[in-house]
Each structure stands twice: as structure tokens, then as C-alpha cells.
């Protein structure tokens, strides 16, 4: 029996294009979406101190923040470590995350627990990786915001809809978080190509080998998941981690 190739997605782009003016270098591109590339004003790069930018589609990247180019396209709430992020404020048939006492409103302390317990593991990692490459963090980059820093360890809320947004902009802060491992593991691998540099950083961290095994598994570090992307302007003056992961990738 012969398959049909009519709904098979097309393959991704690799070339240059011209859309006025502007000349692009396309790697991996979608066809739908380099038909007609926004501009900066039509996907401006998220803002560093806020989650309501859009981390979930295409968007130019600035110089401070080179990690969005590695926002994980799918869900990334998944798996032994990720899977406790999985939680939805919607009226839906899923157990809320949020509890009320005495009319006021919180997380779960459960998920307050486990939320912090992976935070903290992740920044042991992040700062054990950045020790293993030169000049990292790197001269003009903002540091992720941490989780913590949008509020989710500080109820109560007066409503459940300050609840709930404390609660989604902590979630999803740990998207950028998790980009920026993605990003170090790209780097680390190319700078030290056989070093063994993971054992290093399982030591510094202080986390377990399988916990370590979980994380390079997940979204935050399978290099074969599909990533958001960005829009790079090399017109302008590129620092490192910049030309470093041009390079890597």
C-alpha cells in the first residue's frame, strides 16, 4: 500500500531570502513563517523584567537575551522534573493549584515546595555550567529572572485572579530559565568537545547523576527538541555568548 506524501509537512529551510530591503540567512526555517517575517515592531523581543512577552513564537532577539533562541516549541512541562509545572488556572477538569483560606488565595503548598526545590537545583547547574565556560555569564547578557521573583513563594493574593497570574508568570518563568541550560549545554559541548565536563558540574551542583541524566533528557536539555528560534540582527554588534553559539549551532 503506497503513503500519501500530499499533508506531510515541508522540509525546513536552509538558504537566503530576500524580503524588501532585507536579506536573511535562514536555518531550519518554516515555510509559513519566512513567507512573511515580522518585523521588530511585529514580534518585539520579550521584555527581560516581565513575563508577558510571548515566549512561545518567533520573535527578534536582542543582544541581552540570546537564550530565547532556545525557547522549547512544545510543551516543555513534561517528565520527572518538568511535569510539576504542568498546571492550568482554567475551569478544566484538572485539579486547580491554587487553595483559598479565610478568603484569600495561594499556591498549593506542595507544588511551593517542589516548584522551589527545582529552582534551586536548576540555578546550582546553571552557575556550576557558567563556571566551566570563559567569560560566562557573558559581557551584556541579563541573567534570567528567577521563578521565585515573580511571587510564587509569597502568598496570600486577595483574589484568585492575582493568584493566578503570580502563579502563570512564575511558571512560565522557568521557560527563559531552561533556555538558558539549553544554551550552556550547546556551548559546553562544543568548547570542551571530549571533556568531561558534566561530572564537573554534577559535583559543583550537588545534584544526582540520574537527577543530571533527567535534565539533559528533558526539554531543558535534548538538543533534538524543536526550539522556538529568533530573528538575529547582525547588523548590530555581537558580543559573546552570540557569535560563540552561531557558531555552535
Same mark, same amino acid.
Given at each position: 500500500m503506497q503513503s500519501s506524501t500530499l499533508n506531510a509537512p515541508a522540509p525546513p529551510f536552509h538558504g537566503h531570502l530576500r524580503q524588501g530591503n532585507d536579506i536573511f540567512t535562514v536555518y531550519c526555517g518554516i515555510e509559513k513563517f519566512i513567507r512573511k517575517i515580522p518585523t521588530p515592531a511585529e514580534a518585539p523581543s520579550p521584555i527581560h523584567t516581565s513575563m508577558d512577552g510571548d515566549y512561545r513564537h518567533t520573535t527578534w532577539i536582542s543582544n541581552? @537575551? %540570546?537564550?530565547? &533562541?532556545?525557547? %522549547? +516549541?512544545?510543551?516543555?512541562?513534561?517528565?520527572?522534573?518538568? *511535569? +510539576?509545572?504542568?498546571? /492550568? @488556572?482554567?475551569? /478544566?477538569?484538572?485539579?486547580? %493549584?491554587?487553595?483559598?483560606?479565610?478568603? *484569600?488565595?495561594?499556591?498549593?503548598? $506542595?507544588? &511551593? +515546595?517542589?516548584? /522551589? *526545590?527545582?529552582?534551586n537545583a536548576l540555578r546550582s547547574v546553571l552557575k556550576a555550567m557558567y563556571a566551566e565556560y570563559p567569560r560566562a555569564p557573558f559581557e551584556? @547578557?541579563?541573567?534570567?529572572? =528567577?521563578?521565585?521573583? =515573580?511571587?510564587?513563594?509569597n502568598p496570600p493574593w486577595r483574589t484568585r485572579e492575582a493568584a493566578a497570574i503570580v502563579v502563570r508568570h512564575s511558571r512560565d518563568a522557568f521557560l527563559p530559565f531552561m533556555a538558558t541550560i539549553t544554551m550552556m549545554f550547546v556551548l559546553l559541548d562544543h568548547h570542551h568537545r571530549d571533556n568531561p565536563w558534566r561530572l564537573r558540574v554534577i559535583k559543583a551542583a550537588k545534584v544526582h547523576p540520574q537527577w543530571f541524566a533527567d535534565l539533559e533528557s528533558s526539554?531543558?536539555?535534548?538538543?533534538? $527538541?524543536? +526550539?522556538v528560534g529568533g530573528i538575529i540582527d547582525l547588523t548590530l554588534t555581537w558580543k559573546s555568548p552570540m557569535d560563540a553559539l552561531l557558531t555552535a549551532v
Open positions: 541581552q @537575551m %540570546p537564550y530565547l &533562541v532556545f525557547l %522549547p +516549541r512544545s510543551n516543555p512541562f513534561q517528565g520527572s522534573l518538568f *511535569e +510539576r509545572l504542568n498546571v /492550568t @488556572m482554567q475551569n /478544566t477538569s484538572n485539579p486547580s %493549584p491554587l487553595v483559598t483560606s479565610n478568603g *484569600e488565595w495561594s499556591l498549593v503548598p $506542595a507544588l &511551593v +515546595r517542589k516548584w /522551589t *526545590e527545582l529552582e551584556g @547578557m541579563l541573567s534570567v529572572p =528567577f521563578p521565585s521573583q =515573580f511571587g510564587y513563594r526539554a531543558a536539555g535534548d538538543k533534538k $527538541a524543536e +526550539r
